[in-house]
């Protein structure tokens, strides 16, 4: 995903337009309420114009109060017609809209947690979020630009011309050249700011993520007393967007004073030529009210259908980015005709497996390895042999090059991935939990799982101690990606979560590289309990900790070189020899 790429603004209403069309009650009746407001508001210059006549021309007294009566009834009715159109659409509007926004929020969110590990993984998280909040603000924007704005402005234009050419065509002839200059005049400057607009919402997102990524490192930046450096990165970064609002904001001003100054030259001329002709008597009194009120409605109109033209532009700005992301395909997608994994033995089987980053970099090549049901084996190697990037492949957050890897004779390619990683638990090196309660958090690997399931996992990941020892228990919240917790304390609230899944095929990914020797040893224990009757991947640096295993496989440069036991493969010398020799004597020297 390109940071700068963007959707075109067709895209951007087709989305939108989407949106509303999942709620057409309430998407017509705020635009059927609007309608009959306007027509309220258009109405009422007539009976006042009347009026007005009948106090110029009628004698005073009942027999003219009497007369003027129709007309003052019918000022009052539309009023009122006007005043109930813009109330029930108020009601209606806030419906509509709260519901098309939350609607917007969760499907942009179900479709963005839906893209493949890479994918977030070249992201700002403070970014994205941004881009899915700013795509409902600006639904909410384009709604009331379509249906305050835009909608009103029609009805108002046309119900003026309409009433000049009923007054003087020569007045509606000069209004109709005046508001296609006007309103062709604004579309252009819009279109002039664009580009400010956009290169707007595309820093404001960089700000975002910078902010969030340096929040997100606080400890690093005190442990590295790097305050100065980060604040000034920031300040640079807001600096720049500051640029670019000023110049946006400039322009608009421009655009502003412009269509100001249009609307005295039109003002000033419909006063002069409609004193001339109420002076030869072809307008009387209402009639140079009634356009000066038309005139009043135009103003007010257009000044917001200006406004309006650079909030559609800047809306879409916003949406944009989001609507790139709606665009762009899983690079990681289920096949049609996917179905559920079933595992019944837990056979893993690579085939002549290649994989490279971004096709660029080779991590594996040509690896084949079988792992028979219930089998316990340990990756070992050098670091960047290809150990994580095996077991990723397994979860399918990568799709191979080339080959395929097999789970119980299943093409993992050909199942869905909600499946497949239903059936596999995974404890990584560093888990991450949610800033949520301890509860919640263990939960996660079955939230189904009763109170006594729950205490049962816990005690056996060793976790249960120290939770019972907090004030709130397992209702204590562990902070954002657990920072209350030690990095041990984590690991075994995410071994807790593994038990509590208990699925058929069990990855960890050095699972004990954060605890003590004391916690380790407990863990140990519990691994054991969690691995009966399972097939068991095992990533491992500290070599202490598979001399266990069924099978220790060897992999350097992308490949299996060697396999056999703890014993098999000292015996053999080679690689795993040199790395149980570092590590067992190394340091001593």
């Known amino acids: 995903m390109s940071p700068t790429k963007r959707a075109p603004s067709r895209v951007v209403w087709r989305y939108m337009i989407r949106h509303a069309m999942r709620y057409p009650f309430y998407f017509t009746l705020t635009s059927v ?10 109405a009422t210059p007539w009976f006042l114009k009347k009026v007005i006549d009948g106090v110029s021309e009628l004698p005073p007294g009942a027999a003219a109060v009497q007369a003027l009566f129709p007309a003052m ?24 809209q709260t519901r098309a926004m939350k609607d917007a929020d969760v499907r942009n969110f179900t479709y963005l947690i839906g893209h493949s590990h890479q994918f977030f993984g070249d992201a700002f998280t403070g970014s994205l979020v941004r881009r899915i909040s700013r795509f409902s603000r600006a639904f909410e924007t384009l709604a009331d630009e379509v249906q305050l704005r835009a909608i009103p402005a029609v009805i108002v234009l046309g119900g003026t011309l309409i009433t000049l050419a009923y007054v003087s065509p020569v007045l509606a002839a000069g209004f109709f050249v005046w508001v296609v200059i006007v309103v062709g005049l604004q579309m252009l400057a819009s279109h002039w700011k664009l580009k400010l607009d956009e290169k707007r919402a595309e820093l404001d997102s960089r700000v975002t993520g910078i902010l969030s990524d340096t929040i997100t490192n606080a400890l690093t930046i005190k442990l590295f007393s790097s305050k100065t450096g980060e604040v000034s990165a920031v300040e640079q970064a807001e600096e720049e967007l500051r ?9 608009g001003e421009v655009i502003f004073a412009t269509q100001g100054f249009f609307m005295i030259v039109i003002e000033v001329a419909f006063l002069f030529f409609g004193v001339q002709m109420w002076s030869r008597g072809e307008l009387t009194v209402g009639d140079l009210v009634l356009l000066q009120t038309y005139l009043g409605f135009v103003f007010h109109r257009l000044w917001e259908i200006g406004r309006s033209f650079r909030h559609v532009y800047e809306a879409i700005a916003d949406a944009s980015e989001m609507v790139e992301i709606l665009e762009t395909p899983y690079s990681v997608q289920d096949v049609r005709s996917a179905k559920s994994l079933k595992v019944s033995k837990g056979e893993i089987l690579f085939q002549d497996v290649t994989f490279s980053f971004h096709k660029t970099r080779t991590v594996l090549e040509d690896l084949s390895l079988e792992i028979t049901p219930g089998e316990k084996v340990a990756l070992v190697g050098p670091s960047g042999a290809g150990k994580s990037t095996v077991t990723k492949l397994l979860l399918r957050f990568y799709d191979l090059d080339h080959g395929r890897i097999l789970v119980d004779g299943q093409d993992i390619a050909k199942v869905t991935q909600d499946s497949l990683r239903e059936r596999i638990s995974y404890v990584p090196q560093e888990p991450i939990l949610f800033h949520r309660t301890l509860r919640e958090n263990i939960l996660y690997g079955r939230p189904s799982a009763s109170e006594k399931e729950l205490l049962s996992a816990a005690k056996k990941a060793h976790c249960h101690e120290f939770i019972s020892q907090l004030p709130d228990g397992y209702a204590s919240f562990v902070g954002e990606r657990g920072v209350k917790l030690s990095g041990g304390e984590r690991q075994r609230i995410a071994i807790a979560r593994a038990i509590l899944k208990d699925a058929p095929i069990l990855v960890l990914d050095e699972a004990t590289s954060s605890l003590d020797s004391e916690s380790e040893h407990l863990i140990q224990d519990a691994l054991q309990v969690l691995m009966k009757k399972k097939t068991v991947i095992v990533i491992a640096h500290r070599l202490s900790t598979i001399m266990q295993m069924d099978r220790i496989v060897v992999i350097e440069d992308g490949r299996v070189t060697d396999t056999g036991t703890h014993q098999e493969l000292l015996t053999r010398g080679g690689t795993y020899q040199r790395l ?10």
């Open 33 to 42: 309420t609007v309608i009959i407001a306007i027509g309220g508001e258009l």
């Open 73 to 96: 009834m019918g000022f009052a009715g539309f009023s009122l017609l006007y005043w109930v159109g813009w109330r029930v659409y108020g009601f209606a509007a806030a419906a509509f």
């Open 243 to 251: 640029d670019v609002r000023n110049r946006a904001w400039q322009r």
């Open 580 to 589: 149980w020799d570092i590590q067992a004597g190394g340091f001593i020297e």
